[in-house]
């Protein structure tokens, strides 16, 4: 078998190309121009590339942005003031910390500062809480993403065994809630799988994956997942980044899932466009959300 690709930068286009005819909607109906303010601490080159990207395509789109550039020695309380200093400015609608933060910085106390209604990352408490109990406000990016990619590609998954491996608050966690999600919950994005929340500490991990219908992998370890380890004909989204040597390649050793799975996300050019499709998405919605008229 070889593997269909699913093209995750196609998508995002897609997606992007559709936010931005709703800016423009919006905007002539009288809306304001929606703004993404972006705090970046530091300069660590993989984020300074994300950011840029972020404001590249909020630029395409017709939304506003800000970079909100730091020092890496900024202290906490510094961040912080920042920080709360774009919750209280009403020309900005949506606030994104890039992560990861420099070492000596709290990030969970950073998050928890930003204003919910600002939270275009959905990683606040409130927005967290709200999407565990099936009534969200924003749906956080990457996974709203991979459903995106998974329903743009006409891949079924009510009733399907899907099986994430990781369970980091950005990624994992989000990602089992929205594909577990029951009609009628977490909007038209509810996807009615099984799924079973892997990790590195999971007795028979290759079992555990080989029972999957479709994989998640967001490990973050480079090629973790095997060929070996897929049932045939299984879908896999690697979410995956990782750097080795001068080559990025995902959490899925791409070459052996290809001969084995029946569909795959290329890495890169899968799913991480789409999270910043999602994130121009949700920053749309918070300016709109602004005038009660979301
Ligand atoms: N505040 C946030 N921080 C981080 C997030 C996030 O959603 N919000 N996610 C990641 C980084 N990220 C966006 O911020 C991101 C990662 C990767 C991509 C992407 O398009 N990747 C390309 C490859 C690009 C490359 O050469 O590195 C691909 O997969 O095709 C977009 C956004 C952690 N931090
Ligand atoms: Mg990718």
């Given at each position: 078998m070889t593997a269909r690709i699913l093209d995750g930068k196609?998508?995002?286009?897609?997606?992007?190309g559709e936010t931005a005819q709703q800016t423009a909607d919006w905007?002539?109906?009288?809306?304001?121009?929606?703004?993404?303010?972006?705090?970046?601490?530091?300069?660590?080159?993989?984020?300074?590339?994300?950011?840029?990207?972020?404001?590249?395509?909020?630029?395409?789109?017709?939304?506003?942005?800000?970079?909100?550039?730091?020092d890496a020695s900024t202290s906490q309380a510094e961040l912080i003031a920042v920080v709360?200093?774009?919750?209280?400015?009403p020309h900005v609608d949506g606030i994104l910390v890039q992560l990861p933060l420099p070492a000596g910085l709290d990030e969970r106390e950073?998050?928890?500062?930003?204003d919910p209604m600002k939270d275009v990352d959905a990683f606040s408490p409130e927005n967290v809480g709200l999407l565990v109990q099936g009534r969200p406000r924003f749906l956080p990016c990457t996974p709203h993403g991979v459903v995106q990619l998974l329903k743009r590609?006409?891949?079924?998954?009510?009733?399907?065994?899907?099986?994430?491996?990781?369970?980091?608050?950005?990624?994992?966690?989000?990602?089992?809630?929205?594909l577990a999600a029951r009609d009628g919950t977490c909007g038209p994005e509810a996807a009615n799988a099984t799924?079973?929340?892997?990790?590195?500490?999971?007795?028979?991990?290759?079992g555990i994956v080989r029972s999957g219908d479709i994989i998640v992998a967001a490990v973050g370890r480079p090629e973790m997942v095997r060929g070996s380890w897929l049932k045939p004909g299984a879908v896999v989204i690697d979410v995956g980044i990782n750097r080795v040597g001068d080559r990025l390649?995902?959490?899925?050793?791409?070459?052996?899932?290809?001969?084995?799975?029946?569909?795959?996300?290329?890495?890169?050019?899968?799913?991480?466009?789409?999270?910043?499709?999602?994130?121009?998405?949700?920053?749309?919605?918070?300016?709109k959300l602004k005038t009660g008229k979301a």
């Open positions: 196609a998508i995002a286009a897609e997606i992007r905007v002539a109906k009288g809306g304001k121009q929606p703004c993404l303010a972006a705090v970046l601490v530091g300069s660590d080159p993989a984020s300074e590339v994300y950011v840029r990207n972020k404001q590249r395509a909020c630029e395409r789109a017709g939304i506003d942005s800000q970079l909100h550039r730091l709360e200093r774009l919750n209280n400015d950073i998050l928890d500062v930003v590609c006409q891949i079924p998954v009510p009733g399907k065994h899907v099986v994430v491996i990781g369970r980091s608050d950005i990624v994992g966690k989000p990602m089992a809630l929205l799924v079973t929340i892997a990790h590195s500490q999971s007795d028979d991990l290759e390649v995902g959490d899925v050793h791409f070459e052996e899932a290809s001969a084995v799975a029946s569909a795959i996300t290329p890495v890169p050019g899968g799913v991480g466009p789409l999270t910043i499709a999602m994130l121009l998405q949700n920053t749309l919605m918070a300016a």
